[in-house]
T-cell receptor, first 117, second 114 residues
């Protein structure tokens, strides 16, 4: 149990376009979903935390107008990178938690590799 | 400001021997710690966790030790197997302060040699 999927697994887009990444919890209801970004040889950096039905909480330095997060249901969260630029190229990973957090484990998706040309 | 540090970017260990991965943290508010394993192009998978009220937690071949006074934790894998070759991330959270987000270290790449 506790499987999280992401779609697409990789995407290449032109600079200036928008890209939507989906994160789904397949066999459990995710009260909270997290979005991370990982640059090569660096740590996973938390971008934002979202709870179903409410606005996402963004980490310092993350532009909320550029990285739109929607957590419309208990099994689906989406991250839209708007007006993507080459510096947005990264590995984006979501995770999901059955509760609002605490000692409940975060289950990670397989990640989405975004390349902006 | 890197609050969670893994100072060894890589580690090679012979199959059957012990692998010891280290992690240091600076924030004394952290009270919950986890280890994740990550293969290339995949998301991290949960390995083991430990609360600050404990100093050791064991699960099969994996044991995590926590030294609160030194702000240090370590993951021991015994015996190491080639399938353990991956990048290992430690993560910390300050649950007591009501924040549930994880702060990850930069990872240690473990290579277990057959």
């Amino acid at each position: 149990g506790a499987v999280v999927s992401q779609h697409p697994s990789w995407v290449i887009c032109k600079s200036g376009t928008s890209v939507k990444i989906e994160c789904r919890s397949l066999d459990f209801q995710a009260t909270t979903m997290f979005w991370y970004r990982q640059f090569p040889k660096q740590s996973l950096m938390l971008m934002a935390t979202s709870n179903e039905g409410s606005k996402a909480t963004y980490e310092q330095g993350v532009e909320k107008d550029k990285f739109l997060i929607n957590h419309a249901s208990l099994t689906l969260s989406t991250l839209t990178v708007t007006s993507a630029h080459p510096e947005d190229s990264s590995f984006y990973i979501c995770s999901a938690s059955k509760t609002s957090g605490g000692t409940d484990t975060q289950y990670f998706g397989p990640g989405t590799r975004l390349t902006v040309l | 400001d890197q609050q969670v540090k893994q100072n060894s970017p890589s580690l090679s260990v012979q199959e059957g021997r012990i692998s010891i991965l280290n992690c240091d943290y600076t924030n004394s508010m952290f009270d919950y710690f986890l280890w994740y394993k990550k293969y290339p192009a995949e998301g991290p998978t949960f390995l083991i966790s430990i609360s600050s009220i404990k100093d050791k937690n064991e699960d099969g071949r994996f044991t995590v030790f926590l030294n609160k006074s030194a702000k240090h934790l370590s993951l021991h894998i015994v015996p190491s197997q080639p399938g353990d070759s991956a990048v290992y991330f430690c993560a910390a959270s300050a649950l007591g302060s009501g924040t549930y987000k994880y702060i990850f270290g930069t990872g240690t790449r473990l290579k277990v040699l057959a």
